[in-house]
């Protein structure tokens, strides 16, 4: 199943999918979390009459996040072997771009963006000191995310936050895919 938040007459709402139609399922996505109390979505919230994905607007799953984003850097094999170890960092995120929206460069004090397409994993639940064979348990699906950096800045900073998470630096989309709904999952 697909988890979105769109606008559609006007109204922006979190809403469940099948891939062709969503069906409203809650005020904003927060309150869907609320409402799913950490379990994956049922059948039963593809009820009523449905509206087609072509009539809405999607804005990103999760437009402003509660805590900032947590990523893993150096995931990559090359980035790996460089640097000698992986990197954890935080990126702020008071507002997330959905598709289609625009990303502000900053060229007032930002010479150039890079970005990187990176998988991001949703949690469905809190997770505090969480056991290796439990992880899994916590993750409700995944969606794709764009780390739009200013390497100007994360250079002249020595770290990774500022240069990371400058408003509109993120964006994703279109949905949250539960974790139900890909192999090996």
């Not at 199943?1 to 005020?27: H, I, N, Q, R, W």
């Not at 009539?55 to 090359?78: F, H, K, S, T, W």
């Not at 969480?130 to 994360?154: H, I, M, P, T």
Request: contains cysteine.
């Amino acid at each position: 199943m697909k988890l979105l938040s769109c606008e559609y007459k006007g109204e922006t709402f979190a809403a469940v999918s099948d891939g062709k139609k969503a069906y409203k399922a809650a005020p904003d996505m927060y309150a869907l979390l609320d409402r799913l109390e950490g379990a994956l979505p049922g059948p039963e919230l593809l009820a009523g009459e449905g509206i087609d994905l072509g009539e809405l607007r999607l804005l990103a799953p999760i437009p402003e996040p509660r805590q900032d984003v947590i990523c893993l850097g150096m995931n990559y094999m090359d980035h790996s072997a460089e640097a000698g170890k992986a990197v954890y960092f935080s990126k702020r995120a008071a507002y997330i771009v959905g598709p289609g929206g625009e990303i502000d460069p900053h060229f007032d004090i930002v010479d150039g963006l890079d970005y990187e397409a990176e998988l991001a994993v949703v949690l469905g639940k809190d997770a505090y000191r969480v056991s290796k064979e439990d992880a899994f348990d916590y993750v409700l699906g995944y969606s794709v995310l764009n780390d739009v950096s200013a390497r100007n800045l994360q250079k002249a900073h020595k770290q990774f936050y500022f240069g990371k998470s400058l408003d509109t630096h993120t964006t994703m989309g279109p949905w949250i895919v539960t974790r139900d709904e890909l192999p090996g999952a």
